[in-house]
């Protein structure tokens, strides 16, 4: 009974010792909470803003911000009056009138004016005196009149300034616009056309490599390992030209243009493949050596251990890498510029939005959706191989 009762006792306070340690851990599990959750949010907001900005209108996105575009805004507007032939004489005077609209709607008017210089100058209901002796009056819902001494003359009506309350619009007009633009789809296929072999052809590479440096025996293995590392750290804007060169200089040799995929293939390769046998050579040493032994006791080559035994188990790694150099890749503008050019014939997406832009970026606003067009494949590989992405980036971290 004593030993029972004992025995009791221990579990109580063990469990009373758990509860507390619960307890003081309490304020930093929610602190870690709270961190996360806020990392997040700083994460995606800019995102958001972007993808609703790509819906609003050019003129309202130019004048505020994402996080007003569900209010109402003031825009400066220019409208013109009617012609000569729309003119009325009342007593001495000749005069115009109408209603000020927006979106076909009578509008809002918060000021108005008759020159470009001053198109606030004065409040709806007063009186503007203009240079010709004549006088112009807006009225807080839009209507306007015009009058002036002598007769108004030609068709094309004369230029009133305001200010008018507009509110939130959104639409398809930027993704019409770019989806729209002459030469897109062929962009778009070139992008898959460079991007697809840039992934796979460093895998394919480093997957070896990994291998090789991972479970075979030679000399001056880990110098090696330790030159991959260094090579991380190489920028690419450093090595850009000098890689140009010395394609261009084999591509003389061999009678192989300049400006061909192969080259494009080959540049992300080089810069690819430190990462690419870094990430998986941490993966592939990671694995039981008990299966790698019992292979080798059987009878199998390092390739058939290779082949049958080390690829199948790397797959989360491979997917990984293959996200990350699938994402770099398909947003690349530099390096396709370089190795590419801006022909017609080989230019990618990323290449052609710049294009849409003008050589000023006088359609800035149309960035937004263009955003969101190129990040529309990345977005697909990502979710669909997202779930090998932690297993890849972890494993070999922890023995």
């Not at 509860?19 to 709270?34: A, D, G, I, K």
């Not at 330790?226 to 804007?237: S, T």
């Not at 009878?299 to 290779?306: K, P, Q, S």
């Not at 370089?338 to 832009?357: P, S």
Request: aromatic share 10%; proline share 4%.
């Amino acid at each position: 009974m004593s030993q029972q009762l004992q025995t009791s006792s221990k579990l109580e306070a063990s469990e009373a010792r758990f509860s507390l340690s619960r307890l003081r851990r309490s304020p930093l599990t929610l602190l870690l909470h709270f961190s996360v959750l806020l990392i997040v949010i700083l994460w995606t907001l800019p995102t958001a803003g972007l993808l609703i900005s790509s819906f609003r209108d050019k003129d309202q996105l130019a004048l505020s911000g994402w996080w007003t575009s569900l209010t109402a805004s003031e825009q400066n507007l220019m409208v013109r009056t009617g012609g000569a032939d729309t003119q009325i004489q009342d007593g001495d005077v000749f005069v115009l009138k109408g209603q000020l609209l927006v979106d076909n709607k009578a509008a809002q008017v918060r000021a108005f004016g008759f020159s470009s210089g001053e198109p606030t100058k004065f409040i709806p209901g007063d009186i503007a005196k203009m240079k010709n002796g004549g006088e112009l009056t807006v009225t807080a819902d839009g209507k306007y009149r015009m009058t002036s001494l002598e007769p108004f003359k030609g068709n094309r009506g004369k230029r009133i300034f305001f200010t008018a309350v507009v509110p939130p619009k959104f639409g398809l007009d930027n993704y019409h616009t770019v989806l729209g633009a002459e030469g897109i789809g062929r962009s778009f296929i070139n992008s898959l056309t460079v991007t697809i072999p840039a992934t796979i052809i460093p895998i394919l590479i480093a997957a070896y490599a990994a291998y090789a440096l991972s479970w075979m025996r030679m000399p001056g293995r880990n110098i090696l390992i330790a030159v991959v590392v260094g090579l991380l750290v190489v920028p690419l804007q450093m090595s850009l030209i000098p890689l140009l060169r010395l394609y261009n200089d084999i591509g003389a040799l061999f009678g192989v243009g300049a400006k061909t995929y192969v080259g494009i293939w080959l540049a992300h390769t080089g810069f690819g493949l430190p990462l690419a046998i870094y990430l998986l050579r941490n993966y592939i040493s990671s694995l039981p050596k008990e299966i790698i032994e019992s292979a080798k006791v059987d009878g199998a080559t390092d390739f058939e251990i290779f082949m049958k035994i080390v690829l199948p188990l790397s797959y989360p790694a491979l997917a990984s890498f293959g996200i990350f150099q699938f994402l770099w890749v398909w947003n690349d503008l530099l390096v396709a510029t370089v190795f590419l050019g801006t022909g017609e014939e080989h230019m990618v997406l990323t290449a052609r939005l710049r294009e849409l832009l003008g050589s000023r970026g006088g359609n800035w606003e149309i960035l937004t959706a263009s955003a969101f067009v190129s990040i529309a494949v990345p977005l697909a590989v990502f979710f669909a191989l997202q779930r090998y992405l932690v297993r890849g980036l972890l494993s070999g971290s922890v023995k």
